[in-house]
């Protein structure tokens, strides 16, 4: 079985463009989750969506949007691009939110 | 005050050996879930085992136990007979939450640990 796949794997950006990742959950997974890891750091949660609904946000500015589609598949948004924001994205699925988070093999953005 | 704390940035073990990696937690939550990550040099994060804070028995998945003290909010991951592949950053993770709220993972800053031939 396939497990959580994420597009693209690298992106390079500018400052202050716009930049949309795009991940799709294990079949039969209802959640998805965000996180951002910036070198030598642990992740950090950005968004939880279950069933299309946003579940929780971290701490992250408005800049950051994520929305889920009827398919469970995923896109997280980020605008006006910082230099700061040049990290690893990962993208997990689980069941419903409260089970086991699987990963994906993550986005890496860098922001010239 | 950190949510999870690993305090071994670095860890060298002899191929075969076991390793144990340190891991303390801080919540008020009594319903809550620990988890170990093994992140290698490609970035994935693999999930390696979980312990519920109300699972009376320490996990165990292969080679890999946690070892759970929750009097002192410790969930240590014990590796037995480490293998080249093994070398990886390491990372403890904690599930609170509860209701219609968000099952958000807290994590630490990870430990990376090398494997000697």
């Known amino acids: 079985d396939a497990g959580v796949t994420q597009s693209p794997t690298h992106l390079i950006k500018t400052r202050g463009q716009h930049v949309t990742l795009r991940c799709s959950p294990i079949?039969?997974?209802?959640?998805v989750s965000w996180y951002q890891q910036v070198l030598g750091q642990g992740p950090q949660f950005i968004f939880q969506?279950?069933?299309?609904?946003?579940?929780g946000r971290g701490n992250f500015p408005d800049r950051f949007s994520a929305r889920q589609f009827p398919n469970y598949s995923s896109e997280l948004n980020v605008n006006a691009l910082l230099l700061g924001d040049s990290a690893l994205y990962l993208c997990?699925?689980?069941?419903?939110?409260?089970?086991?988070?699987?990963f994906g093999p993550g986005t890496r953005l860098l922001v010239l | 005050a950190q949510k999870i704390t690993q305090t071994q940035p670095g860890m060298f073990v002899q191929e075969k050996e076991a390793v144990t990696l340190d891991c303390t937690y801080d919540?008020?939550?009594?319903?809550?879930?620990l988890f170990w990550y093994k992140q290698p040099s490609s970035g994935e994060m693999i999930f390696l085992i979980y312990?519920?804070?109300?699972?009376?028995q320490n996990a165990t998945e292969g080679r890999y136990s946690l070892n759970f003290q929750k009097a002192r909010k410790s969930a240590n991951l014990v590796i037995s007979a480490s293998q080249l592949g093994d070398s990886a950053m390491y990372f403890c993770?904690?599930?609170?939450?509860?209701?219609?709220?968000?099952?958000?993972?807290?994590f630490g800053k990870g430990t990376k640990l090398s494997v000697i031939p």
């Open positions: 997990a699925s689980s069941l419903r939110g409260a089970e086991t988070q699987y």
């Open positions: 079949s039969g997974h209802k959640s």
């Open positions: 969506y279950y069933e299309k609904e946003e579940r």
């Open positions: 919540t008020s939550d009594q319903s809550y879930g």
């Open positions: 312990q519920g804070s109300y699972d009376e």
């Open positions: 993770a904690m599930r609170e939450g509860s209701g219609a709220g968000s099952y958000q993972l807290t």
